[in-house]
């Protein structure tokens, strides 16, 4: 073979291993990025707006470059929120696909928005400004879900339901005390979601490679534009910290899926029809091809299923970043997917919630026929204590005598435990307390939040036919 | 086989059975509730405060009753401190462990105190009390090493190092840099702790097994009593927080472990005698039986793997009560041993790291010796730029001819990087600020719970030899 | 301050760091050791006879040597057996504690049995003999449930249940199909078990720290007398398969747990009140303290639940692992924790249901009441076919009809499905043979592992009051 | 509202429910069952085969209507192949897509080839038929990694490389010993996809919805019309070892992901400048835009991170399955992404990695300058041993004089360790003979395979353009 023949072959061979070495690190990039378009163009946004106002001799462009550059960010924005912007496997990220877009119709203008800026305090913004506004979505979707459930709680407050331990009838309860619990979980998890936030709320721009840049960029300046509270302030933690942040928001919504999954048991337990204490609202059922009889809770199934992914998200990101090196590291890369992924399946599932709850049905002639008389036992010893005999003789007494028990009344059992959020006392104003504030405290982020996007941006915002963050 | 000798194989069949299923159900209980024996006398005595001030009818026993009971429960406490007290498999647990002695010393009014309360509500409020102390000594330690860090990044802020990306030489960084991009990613992990312990910050006592009692407890009291910031209202809910809280605390157990085992990480490389950026100091090395000249970073590489114990710990947790039916359900004992092992393991690795990092040694020599001329490449396209190429020329220009570039100066180098967080502009202000903020914080909590202890058991506390929380 | 003072003072605190070093490292060696002093044992006495046959210019020791070394041997590992050997922390571990007596007794001889030897390879090796055992334990435990299980599908082989979906009445079934199943899904996992068992059975010994000896060390009889069917080739390779080795172990034990879990969530369900289909035996409840009524299936619940904590253990076995750079680290002590418990509780599992089985109580009655005549619906509408009518139409026709619908029976019902495996031809000729294959080769393997040990160490093996592996 | 307002828009709610229900319950499924388009059907052309031969009486259609199907069922699988096969979201699952098809084409007929089968027992068959396509190919793909990995050896079987432990310089190895650790690793992960592969090799068909059919079908046809080597025998059991098959799949992809990420880590540190041991070839390595002299190791980055997500994959898969009730569940749903996306990372990574080891390059004199005198310290005190120092002794003279430590020569180090699998004696014969059994068993099975395709739907296979399973 001629050496030019050799050389021609060599040149192919390393090109197709070049392709398909792109092909193996881009992965699933171009898809998963299209997430991220309007978080890149805010982000760019910003750093356009500094690097505009820089000392004259540094400054790469000033306020008219700044506006051509607004104005295309802008219409890409838009666009990509109406499908009409992709990002290809030669793009690589949505960084270079954005960039391309700039160039192509601003020319060098289009590349010096990259001045002082790396795709790596990029990503990191991208991914502070997205995790932003799906932490407020989480907050208000949760609030939702815990507002449905004390909606059902004040339905079922007065409804006697058996309490159970291990499963087993237990004591005596009611359908408002335990809808209740399970809005009183969210909330609790509403707290883990807001302490993301606040992990989430310092700007990571400015920090380049993780190096910082040999040009007096305005961290505060960006950081405040973007409406953080604060710079991540030293510029290696800004990269490292990648992973750490999604970690924490992960792991709010495993707590979050958690607690629906254990919702989810018990709906599918309690409307069984060998209890029939509820009814799944129509639709929200799916037959079966063969069994005409069949109304199956797959809704509920998923839910339990899904808890699970979400908590493998979680570990799939703290395991990603667990033990690596310092710096910057492709690795970072395989912490998005998951990211998004667990995101997706918790806004899901509590979306699909609230419509399921309110359409519940209270059975509460299969409720009260729950209460067999072992239910009354433990009280049944209570009173012959208060009669005089020692507790331990009482409750052998009861124990040996089990099949002449008689059931009770449960409406006077449950009235009998009135202290503090006890069945017998139903009262939601803690709860609805706890519910306005993070309502409030949501909707004063997001109002926040969309300032921030139209005054950087000038546009409208949310954007229309967005699903609003809150 | 005659009837009675039947009877008597069967009795002995199923005493078998009782005995084994007894060993399974008890599991490592007696071992590990050894743990919470401080904090059940803490929480039966804030019970026995309250019942002995219900009204007087229905109260199991007054003043003299209580005071009975708060002395030995100080005597139990203060004799579990010194190893003076064992838990039997036959006590199964810590709580019946104390009714036992409490019992053999003062007879019925020892199983008094268990009116209006059962094993569901006590466990849970152990666990709080034990996680209360936990966290404070985590945000304490965790403190400690981002001390230790700041200190050895004032120590390296002059001290240039090259900084990596994909662990490779990219750009010039300094130790202050680094070892302050750490001690930045412990503040954020303390952020998650005081989460984790705002979650705890709640007293469940009362909720009796989920469903309340129908005696008129004083929730309010008791949480109050224990230092609360309130009860958890809903019964049936303060049991079934059992671990979600566990989940949220040994979810920021992992990210501190994460932060420790990529600062390990880096550790084992930077000390390799390829590099020798840093030395060990004396005493944190492991030698070899056969190979003299060994210095093995076992401490390090230990923090690394266990940060992987840890984090599956946090799993094991997690996925012990997805799905979970709602209510107690025993599987929830299994979420104990994993918490306990995730907190020792966390603190452990805490506690060993300051004295290594005090004694770390910074050769500046080698670090020095890492500028290799490549590190400088970006440095000299940025400088053909300031002399008038376009970046795209000047950046293949010096590709092509990487072979002659000449390393630059290091310390210009740092020096021409001066933003906020940039390695040529070393300041510990925010850090400072931060780690003050954390460490006042935990000692005013810690200053209120050993207040808490004085008062309901008039106990001097912390316990003699006891390490602090703080 | 003197010199010396200093001097002094310095050596203090090395020495203090020295000691929380050393406890640091060690972490829960001593105790988790213990489970290897036999194997230790084993192993060293299989290199003491290779070396003792090493050319005379290079052996330690001849005859008499390898003699005196296995006496000791054989005397240790009965000591261990019974209670009478400890691990000290100064120790570290069971190899320098076993050293420690061997010295103790035979001076010099106790040290040259190290020769050509590392504490890699024998820890390794330690570990694969301890996991033989504990494999052909598994083995057997997991074919004793399946035993039961078909013990109690024969039982039930006649008794119709209604079989689910989405846990859903669904269509007839039977409590042999449902018994016979959860047989079936442990026979899949001893074909798991047993490749773990394959994966395990090569011999590290000889590979010194991982890079071989300078030694003509005979790798090949070491093998041979340890019963392993070859050496593990590559000398690197044997220090590197630990993790491997122990997670292969781990992920089958959790595919046992896992079939255990849904096994014993459906024995919670159907021994509900609401369902009562079965009984727990006497002594397999769990009463409570203030309910007389109650029956908790606990056993059940923690099966459950440490389902999820063995997953736990593979997951951190693994992840330990995972991006370990090459040769020995010390990461890999954190192995050993998760891999014992995980043992621990997968047998611990198996052996409690055994006779939670032969006692379960088939209550004919409740599975038959549980057929409502919605079970019969998919079976109405291929009646109407069989008439003539078109599926969809029938199926339409009995949905709109539902109320009306007729119970059928059961025992016809099931005598119509009688195709392979199905309910309705309860046949467990199939399991049979599958359970006596198992059952066979791993008493095979036992046999000749006991043959092994005695051969070498001249003891009676299974030693006294040992649970035999199979 | 009037009374037909009301019922209108009570219908325009349920339809929005429904329309949101449907999405929520299909999910990704009609992306992700695109791959089982050619396995839906091969199945559903053996039970089309089976169902034409069952008794004239209770048989749907004949040998006329199994040859349309057929023809069908070709011609669908082929435009899947070719991308022209669209499952919609309307259709739900790839079974309800190839039934539309198959009825438009077809009328009645498409609809009866669901005569005495259910999508339980369809998706388990189809699953297993694809899982069998990819554990071949896994088998061949990580064979192709070990045979590079022993060309490697191979190459480099005489070049020596300092041995490590704990990363540390320890002792003289080889780059043969090396690489062969890793061949050998693989192997043993071979034997994981084989055990694998034994459990998935049985027919779930003819199990319906797990409780069979009243129809004489003959399930031991299809199973080996299908080419299983028996039908999975228990009709319920072949619903619920979902999961159970596809967590072993995963689990044996997670060990080949391990080895793969310990290779990579050693790859990335043994490539440093710091080390110069190999360099990657070209291609491999991935620029930055800023810094002219990088050559980034993305591709053994993303591997070390993907072994990560594997392992999550397969937690989420096992823990989906953990604690389900019996019988089918739509939680099982959830498998299918964890297993397809496990099953596509881990053939990813083992594609790419067959030309990075062919053409990396072996630096001898970088690895020759490892070799410090430190390396030779052990030696040193064997020869003063052997020169009759006792070992104490030596050990402390040598490390008191490491100083003076003279480096010895690599080759005659090497040549000393001359054993079975040490670097001295480099010969591959058991490592050949190992990756030729399972080149001919993949080879062998997939010859079988094809046959199968071939014989049942009468189409070349593989077909045109599709990457072979071996």
């Known amino acids: 073979m001629s050496t030019r023949k050799q ?5 192919t061979t390393v090109g197709r291993v070049r392709s398909e070495v792109l092909a193996f690190t881009v992965g699933d990039d171009p898809r998963l990025d299209l997430a991220l378009v309007a978080a890149d ?3 760019s946004a910003a750093h356009a707006t500094m690097l505009s106002r820089l000392p004259a001799r540094v400054r790469p462009f000033g306020v008219s470059g700044r506006r051509a550059l607004i104005r295309e960010l802008r219409r890409i924005m838009v666009a990509a929120r109406e499908g009409r912007f992709t990002i290809t496997a030669a793009d690589q990220d949505v960084h270079l696909a954005v960039e391309r877009e700039l160039t192509q119709r601003l020319g060098v203008l289009g590349k010096q928005i990259h001045t002082a800026r790396s795709r790596n305090d990029q990503i990191a913004v991208d991914l502070r400004l997205l995790a932003r506004e799906q932490l407020l979505g989480l907050v208000a979707d949760t609030g939702r879900v815990a507002a449905a459930l004390l909606a059902l709680a004040r339905r079922g407050r007065r409804v006697p339901m058996v309490g159970r331990t291990h499963l087993q009838p237990a004591m005596t309860s ?3 005390l335990w809808a209740a619990a399970y809005a009183e979980s969210l909330f609790d998890d509403i707290t883990l979601l807001r302490a993301a936030y606040a992990l989430n709320d310092a700007c990571p721009l400015g920090a380049a490679a993780g190096y910082g840049v040999p040009w007096p960029v305005d961290r505060s300046l960006t950081a405040r534009l973007l409406g953080f509270r604060r710079p991540v302030h030293n510029v290696l933690h800004a990269i490292q910290a990648r992973g750490k942040v999604e970690g924490a928001i992960l792991a709010a919504c495993a707590q979050v899926m958690v607690s629906l999954s254990r919702l989810a048991q018990d709906l599918m337990i309690f409307t069984l029809p060998e209890f029939g204490y ?3 609202p129509e639709g929200f059922g799916t037959g079966s091809s063969i069994m005409p009889q069949k109304y199956n809770p797959d ?3 998923l839910i339990r299923a899904r808890a699970a992914r979400v908590l493998a998200c979680e570990l799939a990101v703290m395991e990603v970043v667990r033990g690596l090196p310092g710096g910057y590291n492709r690795d970072l890369q395989e912490t998005k997917g998951p990211l998004l992924e667990g995101l ?14 309110a359409g519940l049905k209270i059975n509460r002639r299969a409720l009260l026929a729950g209460f067999t008389p072992g239910v009354f036992a433990a009280e049944r010893v209570l009173e012959l204590v208060a009669g005089g005999r020692p507790f331990r003789e009482a409750y052998q007494y009861v124990k040996a005598h089990l099949r002449e028990l008689q059931a009770g009344d449960p409406y006077r059992s449950l009235a009998a435990k009135r202290h ?8 939601f104003k803690v709860a609805r307390r706890r519910l306005e504030a993070s309502r409030r405290w949501a909707q004063r982020q997001w109002a926040a939040h969309c300032a921030v996007v139209r005054r950087l941006l000038g546009v409208r915002y949310p954007l229309r036919g967005m699903r609003e963050g809150v």
Chains 1, 2, 3, 4 share one sequence.
């Not at 503090?420 to 009262?427: C, I, S």
């Open 7 to 11: 050389a021609t072959l060599r040149e």
């Open 41 to 43: 163009c805010l982000g």
């Open 174 to 176: 009611s359908v408002g």
């Open 278 to 280: 509820f009814s799944l």
């Open 299 to 301: 809704v509920l199934e």
């Open 344 to 357: 997706a399946i918790t806004r899901g599932c509590l979306r699909i919630l609230p419509p399921l709850l």
């Open 420 to 427: 503090l959020g006890a069945p017998g006392r139903p009262e």
